[in-house]
């Protein structure tokens, strides 16, 4: 009998803790709301600023041109040294993967919201499509010039043996080596990858002037974007810095801001084309004149 008011105290406190816990767990969603939405809107004015897209184009260039001087000022048993570090293996060969997956997922929101028609969305996602067939032929290019620049050696304790085998296969059955200008298909994907996400998410800036729908789902999307983007930026400073030869990080480099000049910069204003991001989305505003 005695038992009955401690049982209710334990009732009781059990209660409050639970009331005390789903209060909390509502301030952190809110917290969590409102950086979401503090995030996404101050990275969509950021990105949506075409002086500071030009600005960007001017950082990219900066970092291949001058990144790999940080060489003698940076530690050289870092694990970014390292062609096997999990970031090199994981992301940088796999960047177009990545890139895709997450922009397409963008793309698709934003488009999709926004027309509520499925033919100009697949037309939007389309220049993913474009820009994987300049990924392929791209690296299709670069091999063609390692095999037609390059020479078959066989190492040696003295040093490298010149062989007249005439192709890479050959050289390769062998056991040898081949050796050619390569340029630098890491620099040249990352660096269409950067030019080409920065170029996409730049709409959502007129995305959420125009009021259209933006819940927690798009926006987030647009921020794993917008961190894949700063990922993309660095890795492209560690490779700068730690791989390949100079001159065939920016080659690799040019190559890629060509393509985004070819795609983006030019084909993609023409009317036979994919179209630019945000075309055709956003309702234009007519202004309205009064007659006397």
């Known amino acids: 009998m005695e038992r009955g008011p401690a049982v209710g105290a334990g009732l009781g406190a059990g209660a409050r803790i639970r009331a005390l816990l789903g209060c909390l767990v509502k301030v952190l969603l809110w917290v969590a709301s409102a950086l979401l939405y503090f995030g996404s809107e101050q990275a969509a004015r950021l990105l949506g600023s075409p002086c500071l897209r030009r600005l960007y184009h001017a950082w990219l260039a900066a970092v291949v041109i001058f990144g790999p001087l940080l060489q003698f000022h940076v530690n050289p048993r870092t694990i970014f040294a390292s062609h096997g570090n999990f970031f090199n293996i994981k992301f940088v060969n796999s960047a177009w993967g990545w890139t895709c997956t997450f922009l397409g997922g963008f793309v698709l929101l934003v488009v999709f919201l926004a027309t509520r028609r499925v033919a100009v969305t697949a037309r939007h996602l389309s220049r993913l499509v474009v820009g994987a067939a300049v990924w392929r032929g791209a690296g ?71 009021g259209l729908p933006a819940g927690a789902p798009l926006r987030l999307v647009f921020l794993l974007n917008v961190l894949l983007l700063g990922l993309w930026n660095f890795l492209l400073l560690c490779t700068v810095i730690y791989f390949h030869q100079y001159t065939h990080k920016v080659v690799g480099a040019a190559v890629g801001t060509f393509a985004w000049y070819l795609t983006y910069g030019s084909w993609y204003h023409q009317p036979w084309s994919p179209g630019s991001p945000g075309h055709g989305l956003f309702p234009r505003r007519h202004s309205s004149r009064k007659h006397n």
Not at 168 to 183: D, I, K, M, N
């Open 140 to 210: 299709r290019a670069f091999l063609l010039i390692e095999d037609l620049t390059g020479s078959c050696f066989e190492p040696l304790p003295q040093g490298l043996l010149l062989h007249e085998l005439p192709d890479r296969r050959s050289c390769l059955a062998a056991g040898h080596q081949w050796r050619g200008y390569t340029v630098s298909s890491h620099t040249f994907l990352l660096t269409f990858c950067c030019l080409l996400m920065a170029e996409e998410a730049a709409v959502f800036a007129k995305y959420l002037a125009h």
